[in-house]
């Protein structure tokens, strides 16, 4: 029987979590109220916890829960940010390599998708500023920290740079953030471009990288009120709120320190992933936290179609590529594989696939 492994799906670590989320639903109480249809922006008390994580973790230092909707994951946040700022035929501009979801999710809305140049610190002030200019587009979405998929988080002076031309350009910024809480490791976070310019930004962020997906639970900072009734609006349209069950457990565990706790080890986890990584693959592999490593290479597409040979699933290059731009390197998920004995394995593929480029 063949073997496979998965480098692909961008999973934390989950059998840690699923312990504690056993043991937490064992002493639930239910009563009537959360078997009612939900707020449309979900529970205040929710909200505030969640606005506590973002300071504690996330670069705020100010959160007005007010301006918080509950969402079914990052996803459903960036989707209803989309809906917030782009209409069908208007353009959106991108970082050169990007999340291929939302590009998924901007394309399905009729949105055009442009890319912008980026460097090792993130996308390109002067590039944004000459494609705004040529292209017409009203927003950009930037992912700061951690960026999906080149691990690239930009120094302060960067994002400051990229909000002056926003400034100029009238530039609305839908930020995508899932990745911070795991950047910092008890430092100090930079700030957020939520954080540095909060009347020009709707920030995306959400639990599922951190505790897991199968959550559901994500959130979107709004800039105002019109903006937030707009978004609650559109989670009522769709699903009649968010079911508030899962997201009460976790709102309690933000609140309590048991999130806090996850993280921390996650954080250190996942430290130990990437030093094995580089150990395997060399000190030119970028990340060093996150739950993803980059692997800088003109080889994608080859690199991935030998690893798969052997059974090994990596990020297909091409969707994270805007415009049809050439793919700059492969994405490698860390956490997906529990077992670091599997990881390992899967690892020293990818490298035996890098070395054996055929000349």
């Not at 911070?180 to 920030?203: K, Q």
Request: glycine letters at 12%.
């Amino acid at each position: 029987m063949n073997v496979s492994y998965d480098l692909a799906v961008n999973l934390p670590l989950r059998s840690r979590v699923a312990e504690r989320l056993t043991r937490a639903l064992r002493g639930i109480t239910v009563g009537n109220d959360m078997l009612a249809y939900p707020p449309m922006e979900g529970g205040l008390a929710i909200r505030e916890a969640v606005a506590g994580w973002m300071r504690r973790h996330a670069g705020h230092s100010v959160v007005d829960p007010r301006r918080l909707v509950l969402t079914l994951g990052a996803r459903h946040a960036l989707s209803l940010a989309l809906d917030e700022t782009c209409a069908a035929g208007e353009t959106l501009l991108v970082e050169a390599m990007t999340y291929h979801g939302f590009r998924s999710s901007a394309g399905a809305r009729g949105v055009r998708v442009r890319g912008v140049a980026m460097d090792a610190h993130g996308m390109l002030p002067g590039a944004l500023d000459d494609m705004a200019a040529a292209s017409g587009a009203r927003t950009v979405y930037l992912q700061p920290t951690l960026q999906n998929p080149t691990t690239a988080t930009m120094p302060l002076a960067r994002r400051r740079e990229l909000l002056a031309v926003a400034e100029t350009r009238d530039l609305t910024i839908i930020e995508g953030d899932v990745y911070s809480p795991l950047a910092w490791n008890g430092s100090e976070p930079l700030p957020a471009l939520a954080d540095l310019a909060p009347g020009r930004c709707l920030h995306a962020g959400g639990i599922g990288k951190i505790l897991g997906p199968g959550l559901r639970m994500g959130w979107l900072l709004l800039p105002d009120g019109h903006s937030h009734h707009r978004a609650s609006e559109g989670v009522r349209l769709a699903t009649d709120g968010v079911p508030m069950l899962i997201p009460s457990v976790i709102g309690a565990w933000m609140a309590d320190g048991t999130a806090d706790e996850l993280l921390g080890a996650l954080n250190e986890d996942m430290r130990r992933r990437h030093a094995l990584a580089r150990d395997i693959l060399g000190a030119g592999l970028m990340g060093g936290a996150g739950l993803h490593a980059w692997l800088p290479t003109d080889d994608a597409v080859g690199i991935e179609t030998r690893a798969l040979t052997h059974g090994v699933h990596v990020t297909p290059s091409r969707p994270l590529a805007a415009d049809g731009i050439h793919a700059t390197g492969v994405r490698l998920a860390l956490g997906a594989e529990e077992d670091p004995a599997r990881l390992e394995a899967a690892l020293r593929i990818v490298a035996s696939s890098r070395l054996s480029r055929p000349s």
